[in-house]
């Protein structure tokens, strides 16, 4: 479970600092049919939580007409809501260890659907963005504790599979929401995008607290430290903050202040970490070459999957002159290869090296990048779907085979922090890509979407090569 060695047998083991662990120390997953409720739920809440951080992509041109605001400005609807999970993601992971898997996990669907509402409900800017910071919230609780409930529902022998279908729900969410926002829009005003959320929500309630075991053992002696959360929250705040911050044009001399002020609580927080028997922040993974580089070729392809995602609604109907609807139904194209490839590349696991893999994947992802960048004025529909559906092949050939390198190159007792760790990743990655565009039309204004792209695609071809270092990184896990 979580930061502490797997305790088997019965009784009391005593664990670092004279914690104990008690409970059911032989648990071994859910059976049927309770397994696939169990399963339907932790999915339908990983797919929300990872679906509205892209659902807005499509309607922000429209959002922000409607609004007001400016199109760098409306990029923190993406932001306000990435930005929250970012500083909350590690310290609920530490909190479901000691409060429940599944307590966290209620809460946290609790606090989504209450976002949705309020989105949903707003009349202006600064209460859409507020929403979405409550959005945020529910959504770091979701994140934080999903793989961990899949190793509580999947027995041992079938984890391996539990893992991989989460990473293929989190790919296909992770591209899905432009087309399900222009199927939306196609109907219905942008408030929609949010409500529909709502019986969704409701529902994963009512299953979750039904089907979701709780925890089969519990530490005693261990409390969860404040101090680690206040630093983790400031140290992430603050890093995306400054990308932020110089991304929409605020002077160099407030950018410097907050970038010391980062350095500062970044090195408080390091400092304390190394020193903990159970670090919010992981460096003993870390230091596993495979581990820390896989985490790296996350970044990098989450990052240029952001800026594909949020650039191209922009440069289709600004450039070429689609409507959103139009924009939504042609990035279609990308999840719904996404859903094929992704199984695929979880067949290719142990068969095919992930470096490989990951190099072929990310090279995709660049080729998709570049074709878009040097489009012609003309691009056709067809055009668009071709680079779209290279870009899904490449995006799901590469995640689930990175993710499970990722948590399977972890100790069996740490794989609650590499899954936090994958989370923050793709976290990092989408928060920056976002990030990157707002700067992008600062700087290059009606060519932003564009540079985005070239941006996209030189991110890519980087993590291409790291993704082959890692054949020399050592043995690749089973």
């Known amino acids: ?76 609807i993406i932001n306000a809501f990435q930005l929250v999970i970012m500083m909350l993601l590690l310290p609920f992971a530490s909190l479901g260890e000691l409060m429940g898997y ?28 507020v929403s979405r910071v409550v959005q945020g919230v529910g959504a770091a609780m979701i994140m934080s504790v999903n793989t961990s409930l899949i190793r509580l529902i999947y027995p041992r022998r079938h984890l391996g599979k539990g893992i991989g279908l989460n990473a293929t729900v989190v790919a ?41 075991p709780d925890n089969p053992t519990k530490v005693l002696g261990r409390r969860f430290n404040w101090l ?22 605020m002077e160099w001399r407030h950018v410097a202040v907050a970038a010391a002020a980062f350095f500062l609580v970044a090195f408080i927080y390091v400092r304390t970490q190394l020193h903990r028997d159970y670090p919010m922040l992981p460096f003993d993974l870390l230091r596993i070459p495979i581990f820390s580089m896989s985490v790296g070729t996350s970044i990098i392809s989450f990052t240029a999957q952001q800026l594909i995602m949020v650039s191209l609604p922009f440069m289709l109907m600004h450039s070429f002159g689609y409507d959103a609807v139009g924009t939504g139904l042609l990035m279609t194209a990308s999840p719904l290869v996404i859903a094929f490839v992704a199984p695929a590349a979880g067949w290719l696991i142990g068969r095919v090296h992930p470096g490989i893999l990951g190099c072929i994947g990310i090279s995709l992802i660049a080729v998709s990048c570049f074709s878009f960048a040097f489009a012609p004025e003309d691009l ?38 590499a899954s936090g760790m994958l989370a923050s990743a793709r976290l990092i990655g989408q928060t920056s890509g976002a990030a990157f565009v707002a700067m992008m039309f600062n700087f290059f204004g009606d060519r932003a979407p564009h540079s985005a792209m070239l941006l996209g695609g030189s991110l890519a071809l980087a993590g291409a090569v790291l993704s082959l270092m890692r054949l020399n990184a050592g043995s690749v896990p089973k």
Request: with cysteine; net charge negative; charged share 10%.
């Open 1 to 76: 479970m979580g930061d502490r060695d797997d305790a088997r047998g019965s009784g009391n083991d005593a664990l670092k600092g004279g914690e104990r662990v008690v409970g059911d120390l032989n648990w071994d997953g859910l059976h049927r049919p309770q397994i696939f409720y169990a399963v339907a739920t932790t999915f339908c809440g990983l797919f929300l939580s990872v679906l509205d951080g892209t659902i807005c992509n499509v309607a922000l041109p429209t959002i922000a007409i409607e609004l007001g605001v400016s199109p760098s400005d409306s990029i923190w």
């Open 102 to 129: 599944k307590q966290v996990y209620l809460a946290g669907v609790a606090s989504f659907t209450a976002g949705s509402l309020l989105c949903a409900l707003s009349g202006g800017f600064i209460m859409l963005v």
């Open 172 to 212: 296909i969410a992770s591209v899905t929401g432009p087309s399900l926002a222009a199927l939306i829009l196609s109907v219905a005003t942008w408030e929609w995008i949010f409500a529909i959320n709502l019986p969704i929500g409701v529902a994963t309630f009512i299953l979750a607290r039904k089907y979701i």
């Open 228 to 249: 680690d959360t206040i630093l983790n929250a400031a140290t992430f705040g603050l890093m995306i903050g400054c990308i932020e911050a110089y991304s929409h044009g």
């Open 380 to 417: 056709t529909h067809f055009g668009v779907v071709w680079r779209l559906m290279c870009f899904g092949a490449g995006f799901g050939l590469f995640q689930s085979p990175n993710n499970h390198i990722l948590l399977s190159s972890a100790p069996a007792h740490r794989t609650g922090s």
